[in-house]
């Protein structure tokens, strides 16, 4: 293993057995590579990008937001929405809490997310945008269980009741006012968190009967991330496109797991429909793809 690599020098055996979680990573990057790019979005056809240390202290605000709305150690939290930057703070602010990320696919219909969110006793969720946050009202009498969505993008929501309803912004302006009390809140949260706690539970897509969920710890996902950062020699400088589902165990692992192994750069396309020009215009170091996406772009090429 490279001694620059994504986890800035040390024994692999010591990184394992100290940085054992998600947030630990996370905080562990804000120290020694604050500046370096951690996740970039394009929104209106610019690149904006979060470092490191941007990264780590939005979701340090997020968990004690999250904390007040009684997010608490073991409970499962559902996310819905395409990958964009503040989904995937919001799941590392749902892991410093000791609660357990269930992200859904985004293009399911709200009957497909019933099941999950009942199933999981979810009580607190995160929808990206109105089409998903529509969703989620509509099942709601269906989930007894779901009491809060907390949404990104207001566009279309402005008549919306506010009962069950939380914005992004406010979550987050809360969050850093009860931090100014207590600055170490979500550190001390942190640091009770161990490999063996869940770090996220990803449902099976049904398609031989009722989906499943399936419960990863943060050893289940690190350690294979890991080992195979260490096998491509990834590190700090590398780039990645996610595009692939977030709710899909396969862009978990090598996007987002890798990222907080190796310290390299997630980019978020702006949509589906435009995954080709950003890929072409950030130049990822790595790439993954399942066999239908390969075929699709020898397709592409040959004609």
Not at 94 to 112: F, H
Not at 247 to 263: D, E, L, M
Request: charged share 20%; aromatic share 8%; proline share 6%.
């Amino acid at each position: 293993m490279q001694e620059s690599g994504g986890l800035g020098g040390g024994s692999v055996k010591a990184d394992s057995e100290t940085l054992d979680t998600f947030p630990k990573l996370l905080m562990h990057h804000a120290r020694v590579r604050p500046e370096r790019p951690a996740i970039r979005e394009k929104d209106l056809g610019i690149w904006q990008t979060w470092t490191w240390r941007e990264l780590a202290d939005e979701v340090r605000a997020l968990a004690s937001g999250l904390a007040a709305l009684g997010l608490r150690r073991g409970e499962h939290f559902a996310l819905v929405g395409d990958n964009r930057p503040r989904l995937y703070a919001t799941m590392a602010a749902v892991q410093c809490l000791g609660g357990v990320p269930v992200p859904l696919y985004q293009d399911a219909v709200a009957a497909e997310m019933a099941f999950p969110i009942q199933n999981a006793s979810i009580a607190l969720s995160f929808a990206e945008d109105q089409e998903q946050v529509d969703k989620l009202v509509e099942i709601a009498p269906l989930c007894p269980t779901l009491a809060r969505i907390i949404y990104d993008d207001p566009r279309g929501m402005r008549h919306y009741p506010k009962d069950k309803l939380i914005s992004y912004d406010e979550l987050l302006a809360q969050g850093r006012e009860r931090l100014k009390a207590d600055p170490q809140f979500v550190d001390r949260q942190i640091a009770q968190g161990s490999g063996a706690d869940n770090a996220a539970m990803f449902f099976t897509s049904g398609t031989t009967g009722v989906a499943k969920g399936v419960v990863h710890t943060h050893a289940s996902l690190i350690g294979p991330s890991r080992t195979a950062a260490e096998l491509e020699r990834l590190g700090e400088r590398d780039v990645i496109l996610a595009y692939l589902p977030p709710a899909w165990i396969g862009q978990n692992i090598f996007s987002c797991a890798q990222a907080y192994v190796t310290g390299y750069c997630i980019c978020c396309p702006e949509a589906a429909e435009t995954v080709m020009t950003d890929m072409r215009e950030i130049g990822p170091t790595y790439y993954f793809a399942p066999p239908r996406v390969l075929e699709n772009l020898l397709t592409q090429v040959s004609i």
